[in-house]
């Protein structure tokens, strides 16, 4: 499956962003899907995670709250609603797909084959 990313910008610390994952395959909707950001001069990190039926979901401690991930099997499309930004929020964003079954998550880099491309995420103080 091939991913796109996409929805990224500037915005001010307290606003709201969405980003979307568009996948193409005909196996997408049997893929768990996560979001990982990485920030300049650091690791890529796990960001949230849903399972192929929606089922299940999973957060950082650091976005738990502020961030919601959900997904359109219809569409091949996941997404990430982001509220109440803050700074230490600035970072490329990833999504990664992998196939998997029913409610299963995973958590680490190394768990997920298909990455797209990036999108920016750039928050003003």
């Known amino acids: 499956v091939q991913l796109q990313a996409s929805g990224g910008g500037l915005v001010q610390a307290g606003g709201s962003l969405g980003l979307s994952c568009a996948a193409s395959?005909?196996?997408?909707?049997?893929?768990?899907v996560a979001w990982f950001r990485q920030a300049p001069g650091k690791e890529r990190d796990f960001v949230a995670a849903i399972s192929r039926g929606s089922g299940t979901t999973s957060y950082a401690d650091s976005v738990k709250g502020r961030f919601t991930i959900s997904r359109d099997n219809a569409k091949n499309t996941v997404y990430l609603q982001m509220d109440s930004l803050k700074p230490e929020d600035t970072a490329v964003y990833y999504c990664?797909?992998?196939?998997?079954?029913?409610?299963?998550?995973?958590?680490?880099?190394?768990?997920?084959?298909?990455w797209g491309q990036g999108t920016q995420v750039t928050v003003s103080s």
């Open positions: 990664a797909a992998r196939p998997c079954i029913n409610t299963a998550l995973y958590y680490s880099l190394i768990d997920y084959g298909n």
């Open positions: 395959g005909r196996t997408a909707s049997r893929h768990c």
